[in-house]
DNA sequence: TTCCATTAGCGAACATGTTCACCATAGCTG
DNA sequence: CAGCTATGGTGAACATGTTCGCTAATGGAA
């Protein structure tokens, strides 16, 4: 990443201009965000301080609050990339056959993410959880997408005969998310995340709701 | 509350002797306890610092800590018995008919508490969710009676006929839970919880789960 | 080019949760 | 009663997240 010279200035046209400060602001901030980043992975969340992280950064201290609202607001900025590329890969990577396989699928690659270190996941969703301000909107927009993705999979099981016709698929998508984070929930209760057992649970919930023919 | 003067020492019993010690710690814990009670519910939680409080109770700020971890587990501490009591007397005015209108009942207390003060209940729930220590186990164990409790309503559901014989009644526990706790948290995303439209969510939900006769 | 407004960058200062060494007393032991 | 131990009570000290006024440089305006 190379910076442009304060030198060439003037040969730079008025939209390069415009857009060099910013980019040097941007930089800063994939600079603060990389390191964040590092430090939360190797040391943890209460660990990492932002003074320490400042000094990795190469930062002054002050510099990280004109990126990033709070500490919380850092910490979710430096994992939803992670997350999102893991959802978007569990997406690609969908099972043809089934809407269980499929849900199941998904609930795994994410279930194992947090899995990994389950001491930070549960720092990352606590903080994450009713996180306000600008990332909290963009948690809340994920979310949301993701919801529609799910429901997007219904739709298509429903397509295939595989569910009702009469299946409403947003309120499906609902009810597996209500699995899926209590799963989640359960799972990081415990000290180490039994990956397995909440999976079961899932499908044994989804198999329940939507393939029981009760009475 | 009197307390036993010294000079009574001679004519106390040993029982008695070894319980005054004990019985005035229990009383400065109940002093700060209702103390915080009262500035959190006043102020909110972060407002209230651990320094007014221990002006507020007229104790120094470290015998604070001599009685509670640390501020989330005085939350915690300070709510849980309120929220008992909340959950107790849901069970006792329980609709006689309908394990669906038994459950919304129930979730209709709780939810009334939550939505009262959504920002505080959105601290005390984000403190709650992963507690360590003492008081995380207090919780866990409440959460435990509590589905414990359900799924005793579902017994009753499946003896009454209500729901098929083969029903898990502690997995039906477990699927309401999940529904409860989702949306708990969708309810509490909101700056004003809706407890008309979580209520209805919920229904929905069980109807599903429970009532619904796929293909 | 020169001047001006904006803002990234910065760290001292502040607020607050938490720790800890100390004190006084309860309550046991002889 | 006399001495000893354990511990409730205490606030100074500490660590850390966050704020805020300052500086310098950017980039637009005159």
Same mark, same amino acid.
Do not use: W
């Given at each position: 990443?190379?910076?442009?010279?304060?030198?060439?200035?003037?040969?730079?046209?008025?939209?390069?201009?415009?857009?060099?400060?910013?980019?040097?602001?941007?930089?800063?901030?994939?600079?603060?965000?990389?390191?964040?980043?590092?430090?939360?992975?190797?040391?943890?969340?209460?660990?990492?301080?932002?003074?320490? !992280?400042?000094?990795?950064?190469?930062?002054?201290?002050?510099?990280?609050?004109?990126?990033?609202?709070?500490?919380?607001?850092?910490?979710?900025?430096?994992?939803?990339?992670?997350?999102?590329?893991?959802?978007?890969?569990?997406?690609?990577?969908?099972?043809?056959?089934?809407?269980?396989?499929?849900? !199941?699928?998904?609930?795994?690659?994410?279930?194992?993410?947090?899995?990994?270190?389950?001491?930070?996941?549960?720092?990352?969703?606590?903080?994450?959880?009713?996180?306000?301000?600008?990332?909290?909107?963009?948690?809340?927009?994920?979310?949301?997408?993701? !919801?529609?993705?799910?429901?997007?999979?219904?739709?298509?099981? /429903?397509?295939?005969?595989?569910?009702?016709?009469?299946?409403? /698929?947003?309120?499906?998508?609902?009810?597996?998310?209500?699995?899926?984070?209590?799963?989640?929930?359960?799972?990081?209760?415990?000290?180490?995340?039994?990956?397995?057992?909440?999976?079961?649970?899932?499908?044994?919930?989804?198999?329940?709701?939507?393939?029981?023919?009760?009475?």
């Amino acid at each position: 990443m190379e910076h442009v010279h304060h030198n060439c200035l003037y040969t730079m046209t008025a939209q390069q201009k415009k857009a060099r400060r910013q980019q040097q602001k941007e930089d800063t901030r994939r600079i603060i965000l990389d390191a964040a980043y590092v430090l939360f992975a190797e040391n943890g969340y209460a660990q990492t301080t932002m003074r320490k !992280l400042a000094s990795r950064a190469g930062v002054g201290l002050g510099t990280i609050f004109k990126h990033f609202q709070n500490k919380p607001s850092l910490l979710v900025a430096a994992y939803q990339e992670d997350l999102g590329k893991i959802v978007v890969d569990a997406f690609k990577s969908l099972p043809e056959a089934g809407i269980k396989k499929q849900l !199941l699928h998904i609930t795994e690659r994410i279930y194992g993410f947090y899995a990994t270190d389950p001491s930070f996941s549960r720092n990352l969703i606590k903080e994450a959880l009713f996180l306000k301000g600008e990332h909290g909107e963009i948690l809340d927009n994920q979310l949301m997408l993701f !919801l529609k993705e799910i429901a997007e999979l219904f739709k298509k099981a /429903v397509e295939n005969g595989e569910l009702p016709v009469d299946t409403n /698929v947003h309120k499906g998508a609902l009810a597996f998310g209500a699995f899926y984070f209590s799963g989640l929930i359960m799972g990081l209760k415990q000290t180490t995340f039994n990956t397995e057992e909440r999976l079961d649970f899932v499908g044994t919930m989804i198999d329940h709701h939507f393939f029981t023919k009760n009475r």
